[in-house]
């Protein structure tokens, strides 16, 4: 009986579909490419997971995934929603948001409540902020003393210690793990944490309606028992 039990348990995991999951390149805290872990990557592995699939991640440039999709080399994407242009996939649940918050000083005494209060100021933003921000962000900008674009944020939440700029643009999960990990500059000065932006929310596109199913279910239920929570304080304590 305990073969039996055991060729059971062997051939149920043969049997297992592998779900291919195409994930954009490296965006710590959400998606650390280097031991193939992170906020987002850990949720939708282990809804996939608990849904009865194995997973592989496939690593890819955002503007490719569109095209992977279509040619059906993987099966689902991350970080993706109805506004990303991608057609005839199904969308799950929303598994996580990103919230773009202004990161200033405590000590500088400012008050950004809403995106104009920028003006004047010294501001670094992430790559490409111009572009996802908006409108009245992008009205601004040539209002500012000094603005500047940075792919390395971790070079952001430096310059921002350093008294070198008066406030950061950057997602506020992103920031929180950049700070407890930077170890050449002192990050305890207090901070404050404005939120003129709104949340934007994500999801994953499958091209199976009954593994999009299968995965919401799990993520109902990760959602329900505490799990999600727990992963995101695994990275965000």
Known sequence: MRWLAIFIFVSSLLAQKTIIVGVGLSLEPYIIKKN????????????????????????????????????????????????SGIKNVYYSDRDIYYQNVVVTLKSSHLNIKKVSDLKGLRVIGFQNSDKYLGKEFRDVIPKLKLYQELANQRLQVKLLFAHRVDAIILDVNIFKYIRNHLKDINTQQKVVIFE???????????LDKNVRDKYNIALRKMKKDGKCEEIFHKYIK
């Open 196 to 206: 003129p932006f709104a949340k934007t929310y994500y999801k994953v596109g499958f």
């Open 36 to 83: 193939n872990t992170g906020i987002e990557l850990d949720i939708v592995k282990t809804a996939l997971q608990n849904a009865g699939y194995k997973v592989k991640v496939k690593y890819l440039p955002f503007l490719r995934i569109p095209l992977y999709l279509k040619d059906k080399k993987i099966d689902a994407a991350t970080t993706i929603n109805e506004h």
